[in-house]
């Protein structure tokens, strides 16, 4: 029984709240509309009402009019540029601003609702302000996004750099969806973490001298991103490098071949240098150095050729070959100093073999006196080689041989006038015998009305020829 008390004060309390509430309901529905102007964002389904007729002059109508013109006006490009800045993203870059900025609207709603109209549209115009502010902003964030990912790009060498290159792209792409270099480094920096790693891996292997290997790995950097400034740079590098170490490759190659006096292979190596820097001087100059000590192994060879064949007393042999050396390099001094003594010798052996080759010519008296001359010549080489040494035997014996008279016998028949050319008129004769040292003869026989008769003959020690028969028996 205590508690009734209680309970009967609990029910008057309720009933007070649910009286004052009914109170609010009715000066929202009734009251309220007379102040509440349109909300800045409306909705489309809302349905227009006015509120209950009051009485208000034209002038303040007009004035209300001016003023609501304005504030949409106004409301319509906030409007406008609020859902360009949320296209771009402007949480991401400028969210404060924009927050600050979509309040200061709030704040006009208010003041409009409470009939301070100029207070309003001058809030308004200040948020519009702030809006458009913050579109200068975004396209200087999107320059620094963008700015910002190339550098993360260009320069990255650990993930972070990839992260904030990603970060940086997918910003760029938020704020200008449409912007070709946004997308362009979206797509760049999605591949970069993969890139730093090709990267890497080339630069170990660049510094382990395995140009190969690195060049593979700088080759696939390029292909996935032919942009990427660095992996250019370092893929051509390394194949300059490869072209540099092939180069000195090529011209070591030569160079081991020359001192091998490989020619052949000396010119292939450094022709194939050459190829690779065709106006290199060094390749000139060991081009030029390998013909030179070709040139010269050559002759040096041929120098010994020529003296081995001065040596065994081939005198003519050894004497063409300083001929052509000195026909193809005149300034060859020591080929000029040889051929003297091989032209002095190659002289002399030829006149010895002239002469023994054709012993009857020393019939001739001045054939024999040039053999005699010939033979005191080659008598006078100190050390004579056993091939001088022969031929100063032959040619003494052949010069004494041919002094020797042989006997000879000729016949005819004793009307036809005998003479033998330059040695004696023998008149007509049956037979007659004559000495004549060898040689060659001509017995010419002549008779009155019958054709003159001539017989050629050699007189040897060898071989003394038979009668020699001389007439003349064909009548004219």
Same mark, same amino acid.
């Given at each position: 029984?205590?508690?009734?008390?209680?309970?009967?004060?609990?029910?008057?309390?309720?009933?007070?709240?649910?009286?004052?509430?009914?109170?609010?309901?009715?000066?929202?529905?009734?009251?309220?509309?007379?102040?509440?102007?349109?909300?800045?964002? @409306?909705?489309?389904?809302?349905?227009?009402?006015?509120?209950?007729?009051?009485?208000?002059?034209?002038?303040?109508?007009?004035?209300?009019?001016?003023?609501?013109?304005?504030? *949409?006006?106004?409301? @319509?490009?906030?409007?406008?540029?609020?859902?360009?800045?949320?296209?771009?993203?402007?949480?991401?870059? %400028?969210?404060?601003?924009?927050?600050?900025?979509?309040?200061?609207?709030?704040?006009?709603?208010?003041?409009?609702?409470?009939?301070?109209?100029?207070?309003?549209?001058?809030?308004?115009?200040? #948020?519009?302000?702030?809006?458009?502010?913050?579109?200068?902003?975004?396209?200087?964030?999107?320059?620094?996004?963008?700015?910002?990912?190339?550098?993360?790009?260009?320069?990255?060498?650990?993930?972070?750099?990839?992260?904030?290159?990603?970060?940086?792209?997918?910003?760029?792409?938020?704020?200008?969806?449409?912007?070709?270099?946004?997308?362009?480094?979206?797509?760049?920096?999605?591949?970069?973490?993969?890139?730093?790693?090709?990267?890497?891996?080339?630069?170990?292997?660049?510094? *382990?001298?395995?140009?190969?290997?690195?060049?593979?790995?700088?080759?696939?950097?390029?292909?996935?991103?032919? *942009?990427?400034? @660095?992996?250019?740079?370092?893929?051509?590098?390394?194949?300059?490098?490869?072209?540099?170490?092939?180069?000195?490759?090529?011209?070591?190659?030569?160079? &081991?071949?020359?001192?091998?006096?490989?020619?052949?292979?000396?010119?292939?190596?450094?022709?194939?240098?050459?190829?690779?820097?065709?106006?290199?001087?060094? &390749?000139?100059?060991?081009?030029?150095?390998?013909?030179?000590?070709?040139?010269? $192994?050559?002759?040096?060879?041929?120098?010994?050729?020529?003296? @081995?064949?001065?040596?065994?007393?081939?005198?003519?042999?050894?004497?063409?070959?300083?001929? $052509?050396?000195?026909?193809?390099?005149?300034?060859?001094?020591?080929?000029?100093?040889?051929?003297?003594?091989?032209?002095?010798?190659?002289?002399?052996?030829?006149?010895?073999?002239?002469?023994?080759?054709?012993?009857?010519?020393?019939?001739?008296?001045?054939?024999?006196?040039? %053999?005699?001359?010939?033979?005191?010549?080659?008598?006078?080489?100190?050390?004579?080689?056993?091939?001088?040494?022969?031929?100063?035997?032959?040619?003494?014996?052949?010069?004494?041989?041919?002094?020797?008279?042989?006997?000879?016998?000729?016949? #005819?028949?004793?009307?036809?006038?005998?003479? &033998?050319?330059?040695?004696?008129?023998?008149?007509?004769?049956?037979?007659?015998?004559?000495?004549?040292?060898?040689?060659?003869?001509?017995?010419? %026989?002549?008779?009155?009305?019958?054709?003159?008769?001539?017989?050629?003959?050699?007189?040897?020690?060898?071989?003394?020829?038979?009668?020699?028969?001389?007439?003349?028996?064909?009548?004219?």
């Amino acid at each position: 029984m205590t508690n009734k008390p209680t309970v009967d004060n609990q029910n008057k309390t309720q009933k007070l709240v649910i009286i004052t509430l009914i109170v609010l309901v009715a000066a929202v529905v009734i009251v309220l509309p007379n102040y509440v102007s349109e909300p800045w964002v @409306a909705d489309d389904n809302q349905t227009d009402f006015s509120p209950p007729s009051t009485t208000v002059s034209p002038s303040a109508a007009a004035e209300k009019t001016k003023y609501r013109q304005d504030a *949409q006006t106004l409301l @319509a490009e906030i409007i406008n540029i609020r859902d360009r800045l949320q296209d771009q993203a402007v949480t991401r870059w %400028g969210d404060l601003q924009f927050r600050l900025a979509l309040q200061g609207v709030d704040q006009g709603d208010e003041q409009y609702r409470y009939g301070d109209y100029q207070k309003a549209i001058d809030t308004y115009q200040l #948020s519009l302000d702030q809006m458009k502010d913050l579109e200068s902003v975004a396209q200087h964030e999107l320059v620094e996004a963008k700015k910002m990912s190339l550098i993360a790009i260009e320069s990255a060498t650990v993930d972070s750099d990839a992260e904030l290159a990603i970060n940086r792209a997918e910003l760029a792409i938020a704020i200008a969806p449409n912007d070709k270099d946004a997308q362009i480094l979206v797509s760049r920096a999605s591949n970069l973490s993969l890139l730093i790693t090709l990267l890497a891996e080339g630069r170990y292997h660049s510094e *382990q001298n395995a140009l190969g290997v690195a060049m593979t790995a700088y080759e696939k950097a390029v292909a996935l991103d032919p *942009q990427h400034i @660095a992996a250019a740079a370092e893929l051509l590098t390394t194949k300059q490098s490869i072209t540099e170490e092939t180069f000195r490759s090529h011209m070591s190659d030569g160079f &081991v071949a020359l001192d091998k006096l490989d020619f052949e292979q000396a010119f292939s190596a450094f022709n194939r240098a050459g190829v690779i820097h065709p106006n290199h001087p060094i &390749v000139q100059q060991a081009l030029n150095q390998v013909a030179t000590e070709q040139s010269q $192994r050559l002759v040096d060879q041929q120098m010994i050729q020529a003296s @081995a064949l001065a040596q065994q007393e081939q005198w003519q042999e050894a004497l063409a070959i300083y001929q $052509r050396l000195l026909l193809t390099d005149n300034s060859l001094t020591e080929a000029k100093v040889r051929k003297i003594s091989v032209s002095v010798r190659a002289s002399l052996d030829g006149q010895i073999a002239a002469l023994l080759e054709d012993p009857l010519s020393l019939a001739a008296s001045r054939v024999f006196y040039k %053999g005699k001359k010939v033979l005191a010549d080659a008598k006078g080489f100190a050390n004579p080689g056993p091939r001088l040494r022969r031929q100063i035997d032959q040619l003494d014996k052949v010069l004494r041989t041919s002094q020797i008279p042989v006997t000879v016998i000729i016949q #005819s028949d004793n009307l036809t006038e005998i003479s &033998v050319y330059k040695v004696a008129n023998l008149g007509t004769l049956q037979q007659a015998s004559i000495s004549l040292k060898p040689g060659l003869y001509i017995a010419a %026989g002549r008779r009155t009305g019958y054709r003159d008769s001539r017989v050629e003959f050699e007189v040897s020690e060898q071989s003394p020829p038979g009668p020699i028969v001389v007439i003349c028996s064909e009548k004219i």
